[in-house]
């Protein structure tokens, strides 16, 4: 809009080319704009991917110290729990066993002659023996006792909640 003097050919030129100046500096603001949102888009889905790509590498973080923590507790070739978890079970049934005026069996399982079965057939059918061994005895106790792994060829085995003492054969 113009201010002053007569209205002229020229003057209604002047108003268009002050208004066409606008309507280029506004087209240029929404532009810049849009570059501007663009950019910033780019920059969320940007942001996005690294948020997610940190999860995944928490989980699996989370995954790998479970997997530690559970190996340190397990034997890696019969997956029974080892002497150290073993030994901790142990204490727990035999406070338990006090606190319930009970009493607990250990069984320690030695393989006879599993020395012969390494020599004679290899060390992979002795491990096949060993799992085998560790199978079958899992299968012979409920499922509130534990049997262990305590090293080479042999196993404990933990029965709670005994009323008596009984020979077992």
Do not use: C, W
């Amino acid at each position: 809009s113009y201010r002053g003097g007569p209205l002229t050919p020229q003057t209604g030129l002047l108003s268009r080319l002050v208004r066409l100046r606008q309507n280029l500096a506004e087209i240029r603001q929404a532009m810049n704009d849009a570059k501007g949102q663009s950019a910033l888009a780019e920059a969320n889905e940007q942001l996005a991917l690294a948020a997610l790509h940190a999860e995944s590498v928490a989980e699996t973080a989370v995954t790998e110290l479970g997997e530690l923590a559970r190996s340190g507790q397990r034997d890696p070739l019969t997956n029974l729990p080892n002497r150290l978890l073993m030994l901790d079970r142990l204490e727990s049934a035999i406070a338990t066993a006090r606190r319930r005026e009970t009493r607990i069996a250990v069984l320690f399982i030695d393989l006879d002659h599993f020395k012969r079965i390494n020599d004679t057939l290899g060390h992979a059918i002795g491990d096949e023996a060993l799992k085998l061994a560790a199978r079958r005895l899992q299968s012979a106790v409920r499922d509130s006792d534990t049997v262990s792994r305590h090293g080479g060829e042999e196993f404990l085995d933990q029965l709670e909640g005994q009323p008596t003492f009984y020979k077992i054969g």
